[in-house]
């Protein structure tokens, strides 16, 4: 299923995230880690300070897995909603966000 997922970053959680985004440990995760990189490629920074993105998952409860291993150790508030296929969403985009955040510390 396809799945709208909204969530707030960990601020203080940014620069480990972006380095394992980056650095292969998330991609190389199985079954999910190219869907987890694909769908952070697809995400925004919303204006009201959310993250937003689409992402498909075939668990019976959505997304249990890439929560388990990787998205609550840097997301709150994390909320999912059925959706038809992959959407776009409007905001600033989020791997671009991450990087500026490690760029100025």
């Known amino acids: 299923m ?3 997922v909204r969530a707030t ?8 995230f972006l ?3 980056k650095d292969e440990t998330i991609s ?7 869907e987890i990189i694909d769908s952070m490629n697809r995400a925004v920074l ?3 300070g ?3 993105w689409s992402e498909v998952c075939y668990c019976p409860t959505p997304l249990l897995h890439e929560r388990t291993t990787v998205y609550d150790q840097y997301f709150d508030d ?6 038809e296929s992959y959407e776009e ?4 985009p989020f791997m671009e966000y991450l990087a500026n955040l490690a760029f100025e510390s």
């Open 2 to 4: 396809f799945y709208r």
């Open 9 to 16: 970053l960990k601020e203080n959680t940014a620069i480990d």
């Open 19 to 21: 380095r394992k985004l």
């Open 28 to 34: 190389a995760q199985k079954p999910d880690g190219k």
């Open 46 to 48: 919303t204006s009201e």
């Open 50 to 52: 959310h993250v937003e």
């Open 78 to 83: 994390f909320t999912t909603e059925v959706i």
């Open 89 to 92: 969403f409007d905001g600033r």
